[in-house]
């Protein structure tokens, strides 16, 4: 089952100084955290803070062109998450046509936020993202049991992400 998910904000892993994206879903009792790339996190925050760049990126061009070819972004699908890497699909709308395309899940955030489309995460997802193997480069997040840690994440709010700063 797909359950609709909102980008509840930003965070950095104190431990690997990676972002994450942290999406919630719109009664804010389940959370999927993504650690994603700095680029991809830099343009999910410009898109948050609505930043006018004076030129586009490279979301930004991709969404413009999507426009100019009259194809919509229907949806956005985080679709699995397997040896920690979290997987995705943009399904796009052309006329008649329905497709869906892979991608990673930030840049499909990323259009998503910019095209005003829903995001979704399948069920098991969430629950597979709560037993995330962090490794050795979590240090301290590794005693945490998996109640706790979903207790922690769950339990965010937005105040707890200042603005985030590229």
Known sequence: MLIEMKVF????????NTPIVILKDLQEKKVVPIWIGLFEASA???QLEKIDLTRPMTHDLMNDILKNLEVDVKRV???DLKNNTFFALINIVKDESDLMIDSRPSDAIALALRANAPIYVDDSVIDKSMDINFGNRAGDLNKYTKEQLKEFLEGLNPEDFGKYKM
Request: glycine content about 8%.
């Open 9 to 16: 904000g930003l965070a950095i892993d104190p431990i690997t």
């Open 44 to 46: 999910i925050a410009t």
């Open 77 to 79: 699908v985080i679709t």
